[in-house]
């Protein structure tokens, strides 16, 4: 997601701003068939997490924790057959020293989109809505709505404009970031702007469609986002310390955020600011523990029906090398998932089918180096020593229009 003052960052997927790159060709309208799966990259050598590799790990993350400033950072990775490797880095606290535990919660920023579009997949699967449907059946007021899709909001190839874009937006953030934001205010700074793009025809990473993908869900079933998320997502899949907040509470033990996303550009604690803004997009809270099992459940569909995990996970280009973008959900390198990133926070919840591993990093701050994220700069760090083959990595700035092709 974009990051302050240019464009808020609560709901990032990128290294150093949106994800935004032309396609030649409209993504399809029909179903797709599980044959359109992508074929999985190259997987190289896996290593044991060993003692020796153990300490090897500990090295690069205090590095790369050390060069790029970050408070603290959580790191979980697992392997079955091979080990696993459970850390806490620096400190979640930089006012009173208190280091940083694995059993924290972290706002995690755009991992909320994998809860979103799940939910709304769910609802696919029960019959109660289409991925094909025209958002407008639903949400009333989307510019060209009778011809978006849900699942181009989904896939982020709707065309819309993101709010998080918008100027006016970016100036009543900054002015208090503890005030609420209701989603129909969120979207009303997004249809000031006309689209930017037909729908179907470019990859544009948008909030504005996990806001209107969250409002679907509602709409569909009846119930607030929070609720339907706890009881048919949270709860079946043993979720006991994740959850999309009301307005700005922050269940306890956590670890503080800081950010530079500030009116002055000094660095703030960000810990207690309203994450209304990002909703379906960005604002939920979760756990290292609770992230492990979200990250396979999400990669392997377990909530949904088997066709309707074939569909999501039915990438197309982005214009990064190796990395694709399904239903609210990515591939890097073989690694499948989603990172996030708001004030003060940023995560990467991946797994790896090839070697059935899975990697969770949490740190409480967004502040870039060298234009990178810190959280792909430490996924970068964990995954070149250990799955070489599958090394997951985001270039620090965004990359020129492709074509489905290149």
């Known amino acids: ?64 924790l050390r060069q790029a400033g970050v408070p603290g950072v959580i790191v979980g990775l697992w392997i079955p057959g091979k080990g696993s490797y459970v850390r806490a880095f620096g400190v979640a606290d930089k006012r009173s020293g208190t ?16 809860f979103t579009v799940t939910a709304l997949l769910q609802l696919v699967d029960a019959g109660k809505t289409g991925l094909d449907d025209p958002v407008s059946d639903y949400v009333r007021g989307v510019p060209g709505g009778d011809r978006i899709t849900l699942r181009q909001l989904a896939e982020m190839r709707s065309g819309l404009y993101s709010y ?51 409002l679907v869900v509602e709409k569909v079933s009846g119930e607030r986002l929070a609720d339907y998320l706890k009881k048919h997502v949270l709860e079946p899949s043993g979720l006991d310390h994740t959850l999309l907040p009301e307005g700005a509470e922050f269940p306890e033990p956590h670890a503080h955020g800081y950010t530079e ?60 090398p190796g990395t694709g973008y399904g239903l609210g959900i990515f591939t890097n390198h073989g690694w499948i998932g989603h990172n996030g990133s708001l004030p003060g926070y940023q995560s990467v919840v991946v797994h790896l089918p090839s070697a059935q591993a899975t990697l969770v990093t949490l740190s ?42 290149g």
């Not at 998080?164 to 702007?193: I, N």
């Not at 729908?199 to 996990?210: L, V």
């Not at 609770?290 to 039915?314: E, N, S, Y």
């Open 99 to 114: 280091a940083m535990s694995d059993g924290l919660r972290m706002r995690i920023g755009s991992e909320t989109k994998t």
């Open 261 to 320: 996303q500030t009116a002055d550009g000094e660095v703030a604690d960000a810990t207690n600011w309203n994450p209304s803004w990002g909703w379906a997009a960005g604002a939920m809270i979760s756990d290292l523990s609770d992230l492990r099992a979200w990250a396979r459940i999400v990669a392997t569909g377990t909530l949904l029906k088997p066709a309707t995990q074939a569909q999501r996970l039915r990438t197309l280009p982005t214009g990064y």
């Open 1 to 64: 997601m974009a990051r302050l003052p240019s464009a808020t960052a609560a709901v990032a997927l990128t290294a150093a701003g949106l994800l935004t790159v032309t396609a030649c060709t409209a993504a399809p309208t029909s179903a797709p068939q599980a044959a359109a799966l992508p074929t999985p990259s190259p997987s190289g050598p896996v290593r044991a997490l060993t003692p020796a590799v153990s300490a090897q790990l500990d090295k690069a993350i205090t590095r790369t």
């Open 164 to 214: 998080t874009e918008d100027p006016d937006f970016e100036k009543a953030f900054l002015a208090d970031p503890d005030r609420p934001f209701t989603p129909q205010q969120l979207l009303d700074y997004a249809f000031r702007h006309p689209p930017n793009a037909e729908p179907g025809k470019t990859f544009e990473y948008s909030n504005t469609n996990a806001i209107l993908l969250g």
């Open 364 to 405: 409480n701050t967004d502040t870039a180096y060298q234009g990178s994220d810190p959280s792909t700069l430490f996924a970068k760090a964990i995954t070149s020593l250990v799955t070489p083959g599958n090394v997951y990595d985001l270039p620090p700035a965004p990359p020129a229009p492709v074509s489905p092709s």
